[in-house]
């Protein structure tokens, strides 16, 4: 506590100084060499978000992101924890991809995968079916298969259909690269 309120007080000796010879701290260069120490205290600059975490583990989180990881398995996989994951997210601007919980399939007819089955499989067969009972009917008697399988969005294989993140439409995978509506 001391060390940190001794750095406080040396990095507000800084900033008065700066302003003493500049009139304001935005008018300060960055070339400014007291200017530079008190970036390098307070981490501004080339890390806005003062994380300590190093370039590497910071890309090894964005692709697990991107790939469709929950932040929980994250956490595990790259010993991190979920504030900084945030912090990282936060400052790349990506947001996380949430899990598929069900898989829709019939032989020739393709792959689906849904978050909800009250919500998306009305959506496949353009049919007004509003409880779960007559979901359940529809598909046994068009002989679909449904399966609850928890499923990331690397693990979807191309070619395959999955809902968007605000349920309206069906998206074909085709490559790599989400979409999210």
């Not at 928890?150 to 809902?163: D, L, V």
């Amino acid at each position: 506590m001391k060390r940190r309120k001794g750095q406080w007080n040396h990095v507000m000796s800084l900033i008065r100084r700066v302003e003493n010879k500049y009139g304001s701290i935005r008018d300060t260069p960055e070339t400014d060499p007291t200017w530079k120490e008190i970036a390098k205290l307070c981490t501004i600059g080339s890390n806005p978000h003062g994380l300590k975490v190093s370039a590497k583990k910071q890309a090894a989180v964005l692709q697990k992101v991107k790939q469709g990881y929950t932040k929980t398995y994250i956490r595990g996989n790259c010993h991190i924890c979920e504030a900084n994951i945030d912090r990282i997210v936060v400052a790349a601007g990506v947001q996380f991809i949430q899990p598929f919980s069900y898989v829709l399939y019939k032989e020739g007819k393709g792959t689906y995968f849904l978050r909800s089955k009250l919500r998306d499989i009305p959506l496949i067969f353009d049919q007004r079916l509003s409880n779960m009972p007559a979901i359940n009917k529809y598909i046994k008697e068009n002989h679909w298969n449904l399966r609850c399988k928890r499923t990331i969005w690397k693990n979807i294989p191309i070619g395959s259909y999955y809902i968007s993140q605000d349920h309206e439409r069906f998206i074909h995978k085709k490559d790599d690269n989400y979409l999210s509506n």
